[in-house]
């Protein structure tokens, strides 16, 4: 459905002395989702995984500088291509809860005139809010309450993609379980899903497959069984520290030096880049 070649993104940025400086943020990623499929997008917070997002639905600042190809049913997008297929075939879930109109009411948000209100009411209940919130403004509801409706505005299009960038922060544990759910039957009615995010941990129980995100590009890609079934089927060292440092496993930590140097002997160094993100 979906395929991400050589991506690579930097901006030209300008310091106190106005000299021009180009910061990279992505570099050679390739990643592909399927029809159907979960793919899990893991990852730190300033990693550059909402860059990856944004570079696919053509919404980064003029400041930017993309190379590489990304794909869709086989066909390059390019500006023109992408801005017909973007809130139709592929729907973006935002990370920030800002993206919502701060002067619009939530009902108005989610639904096109001439909604159905039965169908209104169903989907309310799903995400366990009341009827009397799609009367609310943004500012009247609680953050989770916010995260809610900008997942329930990608549920009412006939899209094919959803990119949802870290779906799940502000919502407790079984509410986010709850939201996966909601992914996980996307996926089986045939969507695909970009699922970004930083919870391996609750990733794991709906994903099809999970990258490993690190400073801008991706150490490895592999089946969540795999991840799942631990260190013999995981091949980068920084994977298997991060297998290694979860909760239900060794819960060990490991110092970045040792793991820089389990890299290098491995000959798959971390791709530490001075100059990223100063």
Known sequence: MLKVKNLNVSFKMYDKALNQKIKTAIKDI?????????????GSSGSGKSILAHAILDILPNNAIISGDILYRDEKLDCKSISQLRGTDIVLIPQSVSYLDPLMKTSEQIFSKGYDKLKEEQLFETFNLKTEDARKYPFQLSGGMARRVLIMSSMITESKLVIADEPTPGLNPKLAEEVLAVFKNMSKAGKGV????????LVAEVADRISIFYEGTIL???????????????????????????????????????????????????????????
């Open 30 to 42: 390739s990643i592909e989702v399927k029809d159907g499929e979960i793919h899990a997008v893991v």
């Open 194 to 201: 970009l699922l970004i995010t930083h919870d391996i941990d």
């Open 220 to 278: 490895e890609t592999l089946d969540v069984k795999d991840f799942l079934e631990g260190k013999d089927n995981i091949k980068h060292p920084y994977t298997k520290a991060l297998w290694s440092a979860l909760p239900q496993n060794e819960f060990k930590s490991i110092d970045m030096g040792e793991l820089a140097d389990l890299c290098k002997s491995a000959n798959c160094p971390l791709p530490i880049d001075e100059h990223l993100y100063e």
